[in-house]
């Protein structure tokens, strides 16, 4: 990004100068402000961080199964506990909690709202469903990604996963419709080229 002569006159500023610019960016850029503090002050482990977001999402999922109110304002919710998973991993570079964590607020929205999907008409909770279905493709993909021992650690929540959603019958017909094969989930059988897969379905028009 920055030349070798930009670099080295940086290097050469005054201590007290460097100390002056990093304040200032600092104080521009929220994200890189908490990148450093958790990675030079905050006691904290990454794995301390990852369960108080899982306590904050399942308190986000409850709270959006006590104020339902549509279909669409659920999935305005489920975005945003998304967004809040999303900025966890920008800060703490937390991979595996970016599975584990989207995992879980799949699950979690599964087993809150099972009567209200099983009863939903697919018409009525089409964009919801295919927000779901995308974020249970890119948990398979982001799980091939890993070695192979990780899948050990996901198996569970996979078959959970898979049965939450084999018994919501509107969520079932669209993954029929857009490629995603529950088998996957059920029996920890992720293609080896999931990738293309994906690539495929998309390229035909569908998961949109």
């Not at 301390?48 to 104020?67: C, F, G, H, L, N």
């Not at 008409?121 to 919801?128: A, D, E, I, N, V």
């Not at 779901?132 to 091939?144: G, M, S």
Request: hydrophobic share 40%.
């Amino acid at each position: 990004m920055f030349d070798k002569e930009f670099k080295l006159a940086l290097a050469n500023l005054p201590d007290a100068e460097k100390d002056k610019l990093l304040v200032r960016l600092l104080r521009k850029d929220k994200d890189l402000a908490n990148r450093l503090y958790f990675e030079l002050v905050d006691h904290e482990t990454v794995e301390q961080k990852r369960e108080k977001m899982a306590a904050a999402i399942r308190e986000k999922a409850v709270r959006a199964y006590d104020s339902y109110y549509s279909p669409g304002l659920l999935l305005m919710a489920t975005r945003d506990i998304s967004g809040d998973i999303a900025y966890h991993v920008k800060i703490t570079k937390d991979k595996y909690g970016d599975v584990s964590l989207s995992m879980q607020l799949l699950i979690d929205t599964l087993t809150l709202h099972a009567e209200r999907l099983a009863s939903m008409r697919t018409s009525t909770g089409y964009k919801l469903f295919i927000y779901l279905i995308n974020k249970t493709f890119k948990i398979l993909l982001q799980i091939h990604s890993m070695d192979e021992d990780y899948r050990l650690d996901f198996k569970e929540n996979l078959q959970t996963l898979g049965e939450l959603i084999g018994n919501c019958p509107p969520l079932m017909r669209m993954c029929i419709q857009n490629g995603l094969d529950v088998i996957w989930l059920t029996r920890n059988e992720i293609p080896d080229d999931i990738v293309a897969l994906h690539r495929e379905i998309k390229d035909s028009g569908f998961l949109v």
